[in-house]
């Protein structure tokens, strides 16, 4: 065992045998029962301080309906049980005193929701992270070094997900990852999602959900699990809203704006909001390559210097109207508009076997992209009864459309700084639109009390047409380069049911289910007289079985099978230059990927929760470089590679080291192990990762929380490519002002600007070094001001039939 893997085993028993001492601590414990004196498992109970209702602690009742909260202060609490078709329960004030022994709370009966109680404010706030049975959620507003973020840069801080220099998304070391909004696939490629992402202000989003394992409910896409951002919405009777300024400076500048609104009676839900996110960034990218050339080497040290900036509308709106205290019927309708520039410029210096009289390239890029994204939604729902038997239905429509300009021009000096070639100068214009069509429908039902069948329907219809120009400019005109210019259609049908069975047998649960997926594409290149099909049908089971182990503990054990189809822009063949020796296009060949995944899930006291995973996974897409030593190219592409392995493991534990600090460690250790041919050899890799993050919360006075979260990476492998160890840290504070209606917060991002990966790719005759530098440290400030009435009603929230498609659509 090398030594990197027994520092972190030995961390990991170390973790675990302080867990078992933390255990062993004062408890208050209660159960939940229903009006008919049944236990009631998954309750949600939260622990109040009776003086002004503010949260203390948290906690969800076990199979057997108890629930316990550890190590409570002196004072006097009341404690509250919330379930889906009941009313809330607030208890009458308790006392607990200093050195107490276990405190047997007793039952808390709950009645169902036709019963009226008196309301009661809730005014705390929801931790950092939180584990459920299923997910993990990352609540965005409760941490103050989330403000002045984008989405994407948000995600980097999740738990157990990476985002490399490529904006590549990883959870727990496995790329593959299915992003969603508001439960909806997005349908976007990885380059669309990108910048959806980097223009989505982190203080827009609710929360964030990470779902390792999903139920044959979801979509089968994303083969290493789901990541789903929750964005805010107002709610609350009569009319309210929320004011979001921001503004953050590393190198450049950032800044957001944001009006949310909402408008709710008895019989309407009217909302909207209208955003505008500018940012303004710089990335540095240094690659030196060794390429063979008869018995002897070129040396190539290139330094490229990028700058970018985008400036993004967003515009939502819609209505729900409550037809019966049953029927609800809801429209929606988003926008997304905006630009992004990039600019650079960069030299490359040759040494060794030269290709000409010229030792140095230099390099200028001028470019820009104009996107139009379009959503609408129809839905409907309908309620049978109060326990959870119900039909939804949503018939969906999005187009977006996007217009790619770019210019690349190489000069060619010697070593005494003369040019001495005619310069190659190339321009690109693509035009991109994609169509797509949804409609999906989703039915749950009780089976008497412990029992619940779904089933749902799905169809989408997705057109793609990529319209690629090439020209380069010959003679003092620009001419049409046949060998790259190209227009690529690509089409595809999916059809997909699903049935999911769960079930609670004495004190184990149990959760099955079975989605079929039908897949009928079509890709053509009428430029290059190409095209090709693919007709499939798979099938995707899911099993859940959990069981208590003990009387706070439970055990659980999963398995799924999921896809993860290329998206459309690797499917495109355009070419993006850095210079002529350097670029990156598509792979219109590639093919799906699939994946089947084992889990082991423990959690103890409902607090300390220890996850392992396995998956498997055949013809896997992964980004690779090819080189053409001849002409001293290499370039990006995207391939499948036979097969790959993950084993995982997660450990998370939170701590209060005392009662104004708090901190959650979370550790994830994983091995990638990748077996496939490659360019008439092998590659055979196998790599141990661990991944060490944690987040602490000051609580200071004046009402000032502070936070301060550390995270520390091991060397990693995603795919051919090495990336060295990477560490960084974040600190930021916040505190309500104007009477609790506004909220100010501070934070530095990347404190010590040590976000810098070392890439190194060795495979074949490739032999490349990459040093990206990106603007990760910014001070950022964010102001919120809330105002119309507070009393919350929650409001509806919609998954629509299109978001699983639009993940695929690109954004850069």
Do not use: C
């Not at 400076?249 to 505008?276: D, H, I, Q, T």
């Not at 091995?671 to 609580?699: E, H, K, V, W, Y």
């Not at 917060?745 to 070094?769: A, C, E, Y």
């Not at 040093?771 to 105002?787: C, I, M, V």
């Amino acid at each position: 065992m090398s030594k990197p893997t027994k520092t972190f085993f030995l961390s990991l028993l170390f973790l675990l045998g302080t867990i078992q001492m933390l255990s062993a601590q004062t408890l208050l414990k209660g159960r939940v029962l229903d009006e008919q004196q049944k236990p009631q498992p998954y309750a949600n109970v939260l622990l109040l301080k009776a003086q002004d209702s503010s949260l203390v602690k948290g906690a969800v009742t076990d199979d057997a309906g108890l629930f316990a909260f550890e190590a409570i202060a002196e004072g006097q609490y009341l404690i509250s049980g919330s379930m889906i078709g009941y009313a809330p329960h607030f208890s009458p004030s308790i006392q607990i005193k200093a050195g107490q022994p276990d405190y047997q709370f007793g039952d808390i009966l709950m009645q169902p929701a036709s019963v009226k109680l008196g309301e009661v404010t809730i005014k705390g706030q929801k931790p950092f992270i939180e584990l459920q049975q299923d997910k993990m959620i990352v609540n965005v507003d409760a941490s103050p070094v989330a403000a002045g973020n984008n989405a994407l840069e948000l995600l980097a801080k999740s738990p157990g997900v990476m985002v490399d220099h490529n904006s590549t998304i990883t959870l727990k070391g496995r790329s593959g990852v299915m992003v969603m909004i508001n439960g909806k696939q997005t349908y976007m490629s990885a380059e669309e999602v990108t910048r959806l992402l980097e223009n989505t202000p982190a203080t827009s989003i609710e929360a964030i959900e990470i779902i390792s394992n999903p139920s044959a409910k979801y979509d089968a896409a994303g083969t290493s699990g789901i990541i789903n951002i929750r964005m805010k919405k107002e709610k609350g009777l009569g009319t309210n809203g929320n004011l979001t300024l921001g503004a953050g400076y590393g190198e450049n500048p950032r800044g957001s704006a944001e009006l949310r609104m909402n408008n709710r009676s008895k019989k309407v839900n009217v909302f909207g909001s209208y955003g505008n996110f500018y940012n303004k960034r710089f990335q540095n990218i240094d690659i030196s390559r060794r390429i063979p050339f008869e018995n002897t080497f070129t040396e190539m040290n290139q330094y490229e210097r990028k700058i970018m900036w985008s400036d993004n509308n967003r515009i939502n709106a819609g209505a729900d109207w409550f037809l019966s205290p049953k029927t609800t019927l809801g429209v929606l309708a988003n926008a997304s508009i905006g630009e992004w520039v990039p600019q650079s410029s960069g030299r490359n210096l040759l040494s060794g076997a030269l290709p000409g009289d010229f030792n140095e390239v230099r390099s200028d890029n001028t470019g820009g992209d104009k996107w139009r994204d379009y959503t609408t939604n129809v839905n409907l729902k309908h309620a049978f009864d109060n326990k959870g038997h119900e039909l939804s239905f949503d018939a969906d429509y999005s187009t977006n459309s996007a217009d790619k300009l770019q210019t690349n021009t190489n000069r060619f000096f010697s070593t005494a700084g003369q040019e001495i070639d005619v310069p190659n100068i190339v321009r690109t214009d693509a035009a991109l639109q994609v169509d797509i069509l949804a409609f999906k429908m989703d039915y749950s039902r009780p089976l008497g009390e412990k029992s619940r069948i779904d089933a749902g329907w799905k169809s989408s219809f997705v057109d793609t047409d990529n319209d690629l120009l090439v020209e380069t400019f010959t003679e003092n005109v620009w001419q049409n380069d046949p060998r790259r210019s190209n227009r690529f259609m690509y089409s595809e049908n999916i059809h997909a049911g699903y049935l999911n069975f769960s079930s609670q047998i004495k004190k184990v649960s149990i959760q099955m289910g079975l989605r079929g997926e039908l897949t009928d594409a079509l890709g053509q290149s009428p430029t290059l007289s190409e095209s090709f099909t693919r007709n499939y049908f798979n099938l995707f089971p899911s099993l859940s079985i959990s069981h208590p182990l003990g009387k706070d503990n439970n055990l659980s054990y999963n398995y799924s099978r999921r896809i993860n189809r290329p998206s459309y822009d690797d499917l495109n063949p355009f070419v993006n230059f850095i210079d002529q020796y350097t670029f990156g296009k598509g792979n219109p060949y590639l093919k799906p990927e699939f994946t089947n995944t084992l889990g082991v899930n423990f959690s103890l006291k409902n607090k300390y929760v220890l996850s392992l995973n396995y998956s498997h996974t055949t013809d896997k897409i992964t980004q690779i470089l090819e080189q053409d030593d001849a002409l001293r190219q290499t370039y990006q592409t995207t391939a499948n590679l036979s097969t790959f392995k993950n084993y995982s493991a997660t450990v998370s534990a939170p701590f209060e080291l005392a009662k104004w600090w708090n901190t959650r460690v979370n550790v994830v250790g994983y091995i990638n192990d990748l077996d496939s041919p490659f360019n008439n050899g092998d590659i055979n890799r196998s790599q141990f990762t661990a991944q060490f993050m944690t987040m602490n919360t000051f609580s200071l006075p004046a009402k000032i929380k502070a936070e301060m979260t550390v995270f520390y990476q091991t060397k990693m492998l995603e795919g051919i490519f090495q990336i060295d160890p990477l560490w960084g840290m974040d600190i930021g504070a916040s505190m309500p002002i104007w009477k609790g209606k506004g909220n100010l917060k501070l934070n530095l991002s990347d404190v010590f600007f040590s976000r810098r990966p070392h890439i190194i790719v060795k495979q074949g005759t490739v032999d490349v070094v990459v040093d990206p530098t990106n603007e990760s440290r910014r001070l950022n400030a964010t102001l919120t001001y809330k105002f119309g009435k507070t009393d919350v009603k929650p409001s509806r929230r919609r998954s629509t039939a299109t978001e699983d498609e639009l993940e695929r659509v690109s954004r850069q």
